[in-house]
């Protein structure tokens, strides 16, 4: 405020003033755009050491296995490789964000309906559950849930243990969910007429 007022004025410092004013107001900026960022959390499910062959023998580099979500009906999986960890995650955090999924949830923070989904070997069974349940899932399932903003749910992991694809088939269960509005909508009919 005292800075705006000092930049109008008609002294010979004015330039600094109004130079340190737009500095002040570009910090303002890149905070609120920090602020957007950080409702995203991220979360590593697993860094693992991968090798290629090639002519001169292995090039090791590492693959990330990342879950983004904002706790409020969103979530994404990604995988990223990188020559290191850093780069790997980074990359893991793009393609998550390339692969969110909105998740309909219930006023118990539930989700709406018994859901399964499959990703390769990998096959996951949800249930929606009483406020106070909790998140009833273990590995890379509960971590989905939890940063898609499910707070009481039962999951079973059943099949493969790989944390990519249990997390990917969490993913699809997920992505199948419907609402009864969404429902009505397809059927091009009422609400009050799915009860009847």
């Known amino acids: 405020m005292l800075l705006a007022k000092l930049a109008s004025t008609s002294s010979p410092l004015r330039g ?3 130079i340190v004013a737009e500095q002040r107001e570009r910090r303002k900026k890149s905070n ?5 960022e950080s409702e995203w959390q991220e979360r590593v499910v697993q ?33 990223g490789k990188a020559s290191d960890v850093i780069g790997a995650v ?23 309906h018994q859901t399964n989904g499959r990703a390769g070997g990998a096959k996951v069974m949800m249930r929606p559950a009483a406020p106070g349940t909790g998140v009833i899932a273990g590995g890379a399932v509960r971590t989905v849930l939890e940063l898609s903003g499910v707070k009481n749910i039962l999951a079973k ?7 990519l694809n249990n997390a990917r088939a969490t993913v699809e269960a997920l992505r199948s969910l419907r609402t009864l ?7 091009e009919i009422s609400i009050e ?3 009847a």
């Open 157 to 163: 992991q059943l099949g493969s243990g790989s944390p």
């Open 90 to 112: 980074k990359k893991g955090v793009a393609d998550a964000k390339k692969h969110l999924v909105t998740v309909p949830l219930t006023k118990a923070n539930s989700i709406p």
């Open 181 to 187: 509005s969404s429902v009505a909508k397809e059927r």
């Open 32 to 36: 609120r755009n920090r602020e957007k």
């Open 193 to 195: 007429q799915l009860y």
């Open 16 to 18: 600094i003033y109004k």
């Open 47 to 79: 860094i693992r050491r991968v090798t290629k062959v090639v002519k001169g023998g292995k090039k090791l580099s590492f693959r990330a296995i990342v879950v983004i979500g904002n706790e409020r009906g969103q979530v994404g999986v990604g995988v």
